[in-house]
């Protein structure tokens, strides 16, 4: 084969994205010393946006300091593009529930606030366009943390501006936007978004998503409860209604609630790296590509990642194979269109041995490099 393209996502709580490429790309160079191996770290606009994007980009990695879910001080490192005019960043950065420690889970509690002061910090330095990744929140405030860190105030029925944070979302009565960054009206954000829940509802970010931050049954009605009169609100004084909008409902409402404030566009998380990185231009004369992640399932080729690289590849007539720790539904996953579904497993192995980074890094090169031989015995002119 002359090109090889490995676009992996990272088999999360095992091995990163672009470790795995390494792995791939050294057992196809043992058996195709001049193959062209092409390497795009994957990520869907959650965990490793910020690191795929800028592996593709320009960018000097630059550091401010923030606050966390629960406003304790932390330092946030993103990226700006070497013209200072885009910053790259994951909401997730100073927003994200590894942030806050597993007892002090809850988002009636947390805070976009800290996103927020990325930004502003961004601003200070010329920035302009953004390109944010929304994913892996510990939160469910709708935005209203950073939003009110760029300058708008969020007032309950006596006036008092309240504290950014989940439980309040209830008590909005009205929104003092007069304050807001004047840099906002002259800025753009992409926003990288990997799913298409709407804000509230039963497949809204509260009954979804909340519980996994650490919300009890009540605590998601109450959250769900503030995050419909939250959308009231903002119909009422900004006549727009992002109640509906695919998206609005990622990273605890935040997906929504930017929209009425912001110069903003909800992407696919997916979709937004690819373009960045040119991957549909590389594909023109590539044979074959290899993606995966830690499970391959039903969901795979729903919106995620592997689905929007197999959905590019296939617009260019490009056979994509996909490995995985663990595989499920695999007569479904072909039915999709990948060429081949497989395990990298040699054998039964217990979770925490999988897990293991060597280990799956020496499966990736051992299972890669039976492939590449298959191929070659029945092609051999593809022995470069």
């Known amino acids: 084969m002359k090109k090889i393209i490995l676009a992996f996502d990272s088999f999360k709580g095992s091995a990163n994205s672009l470790d795995i490429a390494r792995a791939a790309k050294e057992a196809i160079l043992k058996e195709c010393p001049l193959c062209n191996v092409v390497t795009f770290p994957i990520a869907d606009g959650g ?94 405030d709708a935005a209203i943390g950073m939003l009110s860190a760029l300058g708008v105030r969020f007032l309950d029925n006596s006036g008092n501006v309240l504290e950014p944070k989940g439980s309040n979302l209830i008590h909005v009565t009205s929104i003092d936007d007069s304050f807001l960054h004047p840099a906002i009206k002259v800025s753009s954000f992409t926003i990288a978004c990997d799913v298409n829940n709407p804000l509230y509802g039963p497949h809204g970010a509260a009954f979804v998503y909340a519980p996994q931050k650490g919300a009890s049954p009540e605590e998601v009605a109450a959250l769900d409860k503030g995050l419909q009169h939250y959308a009231a609100i903002i119909k009422k004084q900004k006549g727009i209604d992002i109640s509906s909008i695919p998206g609005a409902g990622a990273a605890g409402g935040m997906g929504g609630g930017l929209l009425p404030f912001l110069q903003a566009t909800l992407k696919p998380g997916i979709d937004t790296i690819l373009d960045i990185l040119h991957f549909r231009e590389s594909l023109q004369d590539a044979d074959l590509v290899f993606t995966g992640e830690g499970k391959l399932d039903a969901q795979t080729a729903m919106g995620k990642a592997l689905g ?25 996953l072909n039915k999709m269109g990948f060429t081949a579904v497989l395990s990298i497993q040699p054998s039964p192995v217990s979770l925490d041995k999988a897990m293991q980074k060597e280990f799956t890094l020496n499966n990736i090169e051992r299972t890669v490099t039976q492939i590449i031989r298959i191929i070659q015995h029945f092609n051999p002119e593809s022995n470069y």
Request: proline residues 5%.
């Open 308 to 332: 929007g690289i197999l959905k590019t590849a296939h617009e260019r007539h490009v056979p994509v194979i996909a490995l995985g720790g663990g595989v499920e539904a695999s007569e479904q």
């Open 47 to 140: 965990e490793g946006t910020t690191e795929a994007i800028c592996t593709g980009l320009n960018v000097d990695k630059v550091s401010c300091s923030a606050h966390d879910p629960l406003m304790t001080p932390i330092d946030v490192t993103y990226g700006i593009t070497k013209d200072g005019t885009t910053a790259v960043f994951e909401m997730a950065a100073a927003s994200g529930l590894p942030l806050v420690p597993d007892r002090l889970r809850n988002p009636m509690n947390t805070s976009t606030y800290g996103t927020g002061e990325v930004i502003l910090d961004a601003l200070s330095k010329g920035c302009r366009h953004f390109i944010m990744g929304l994913g892996g929140s510990a939160t469910n």
